[in-house]
């Protein structure tokens, strides 16, 4: 089973404000290692689930809002144009979202 994550930063676990999201704030560094525990903890459980590939995309702003240090080995870093999600093709069995907003400033 192939997984494919997108992720953006406004949903992430412990985000409050957009401080948080803003990267010349110290919260920032907070919101990047949140992210990737996010990741990191959704990926373990497509593993348990039988997956044998976890593919992701940073999809917010400039992509490198994961700490790749951090990341778990197992997962595939994607790398690209977040905005057409140029990974994603139809040999992955299912999609999920990490940190998604439902509009702008939501
Ligand atoms: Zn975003």
């Known amino acids: 089973m192939k997984i494919f994550i997108m992720t953006d930063m406004e949903c992430v676990s ?4 957009d ?3 803003d990267a010349t704030s110290p919260y920032y560094q907070i919101t ?3 992210l ?3 990741i990191n903890a959704v990926a373990a459980g497509c593993f348990d689930g039988g997956a044998d590939q976890v593919h992701v995309q940073d999809g917010h702003g400039v992509p490198n809002n994961i ?3 951090d990341l778990d080995p197992r997962i595939t ?3 690209g144009n977040p905005a057409n ?3 994603l093709d139809s040999s992955f069995d299912a999609t999920m979202l990490i940190g998604q907003h439902a509009r702008e400033g939501g």
Do not use: E, F, P
């Open 19 to 21: 401080a948080y999201l």
């Open 85 to 87: 999600w140029c990974w």
């Open 67 to 69: 700490v790749l240090d």
């Open 32 to 34: 990047r290692r949140n």
């Open 14 to 17: 412990g985000i409050t404000t």
């Open 36 to 38: 990737t525990r996010d």
């Open 77 to 79: 870093l994607a790398h």
